[in-house]
């Protein structure tokens, strides 16, 4: 319980004479509201413990500080009661749905039911709550916080449900971006300055908001199952076909006395939807198509939320040039300026080997490179063809170290004696050779990081060709090695297309600095949209929407949750 803190309070009012009356007296409900505010926070204890109006107040860190720094004076009202600021945070916290948000996960129906409540007791001339006040306060000030951050940061931290998620996230005093908004009076202006500023974060809010539409208006049709479908194919399941692609805009809607024919204008919807969605492009509705097409817009709705929410856990600047590596798309791109100068596909790490997400600086290149056999590599998978045939090393080209650093020195593979050699006892170094069999390839390009990940050619470009590449054991192969170096190598005139592929052809392990460093980020999208609009889904491979999406639509906590139960409130 908490005790009463605020006297009881006889206002003096001016009717023709000096008299007791119903209305505080104005000049002291600041102060008698800073009372409130003081003790209450007084009688919290550490952690912060404070219910208000049977919610808990969940930000218990930047709170105290921000009233303490006011001597605990209220921010949202002032002696004639609430601030106006109350309604412009109230308009910005209604726009959280815009943002894959929830309003009402922020206090929002008390905030309007109190507001309420201290306005209909103004109009009636009945003297303001303290303690009511104190309870707008301390509720606005949670909300904005609380907000606040989940628009600068996320809702969700990514650590918790992604281990290899890294990046590093956007930073700011959220309570001094509280006082700014308001000194200012520009609450709503002051939230909307938070959010990303990235085009692709920008665009799947709209996307979002076109496929909310579609959800209001019933969704799309489910293609019914059968056998697939191609251009020159006609009846009922075709018809539904195009009812289907029209409401993605894959296609223009035709009148509906028209024929229900596979024409080449829906094979080129099909083509589109299958780009879309990045499935093999051949204008027939198979298996992996017809699935894609009957995943419900609801489901798409939470895949566009979660990967907004992946947006809030990245910098705000990627920098005016990067590259950027899309593990869920199997791409990379070079931005430069905001648009895209060089775009190659990529393999990436296997699901029970991810490639992590990370931001890190690109500064070298490494020509014609050895590869240093990594010990699980070496102790997991070399190991047992070593044991079938004494000769695989040397028929890859790999050769044997005993020791590290100085005191490494070559020994014999077939002198060793693998009989006492297991995974748990690996005494050995493995370093496989430049050449057709080493995996690098002809470039490596190196971008220190605690994963030792890397991009890297490769001479299994067949590998390429595939819809799904997900083959490595973490690092990043590239479709497009030879032109990547190139424009990297483009500030140093010693280093043309030709000497290049000269010094490749010469030399072994040569590194190679970069006349100037470049920032590579590591990211996961299973949503995104293009500059043309049109909206990318890619299949999760990680499985790293789902935890995703039920962090996201987790409820916040309440007293009974949060171990409040035997707290009431007077």
Known sequence: MFPRLIPTVIAIAWAGGLAFGNRVEAANL??????????????????????????LICESVLLPPFYERRSFLPAWSADDGPRPEVDSFIRGLQQAGQEGLRAEDYHLSNIKTLLAELRQDMALKRPLSPEKLADLDLMVTDSFLIYASHLLTGRVNPETIQAEWYAQSRKANLDRILQIALDSQQTENVLQGLLPRHPGYGRLRQALRDYRNIAQKGGWPSVPSGPKMRQGDSGRRVRILRARLVSTRDLQPVPKKSAPLFDESLDRAVRK???????????????????????PVEKRIRQIEGNMERWRWLPQDFGSRYILVNIAKFGLEVIENGRPVLTMRAIVGKPYQR??????????????????????????????????????????????????????????????????VSADSFPYNLRQEPGPLNPLGRIKFMFPNKFNVYLHDTPSPELFKKTERE????????????????????????????SLAEAIDQSIDHTVRLPEPIPIHVLYWTAGVEEDGSVHFRKDIYERDEPLREALEAKPPTPETAGFDSWKRK
């Open 273 to 295: 939807f299958q780009l879309r969605h990045g499935l093999d492009i051949d204008g027939i509705v198979g298996p992996a198509t017809l699935a894609a097409l009957n995943v």
């Open 30 to 55: 600041s102060e008698q509201v800073s009372d409130v505010l003081r003790g209450r926070m007084e009688a919290a204890g550490t952690p912060l413990r404070i219910l208000c109006r049977g919610e």
């Open 355 to 420: 490639t992590p997400v990370f931001s890190a600086q690109m500064t070298y290149l490494v020509l014609r490179p050895f590869w240093h056999v990594p010990p699980s590599i070496a102790e997991e998978e070399m190991l047992p063809l070593i044991l079938q045939d004494p000769n695989y090393l040397a028929k890859n080209q790999i050769k044997l170290f005993e020791g590290w650093g100085s005191a490494q020195k070559e020994i014999d593979s077939g002198a060793a004696d693998w009989s006492k």
């Open 471 to 498: 083959f490595s054991h973490g690092c990043i192969r590239i479709e497009k090695p030879i032109e990547l170096a190139e424009y990297l190598l483009r500030g140093d005139p010693q280093w043309t297309r030709e």
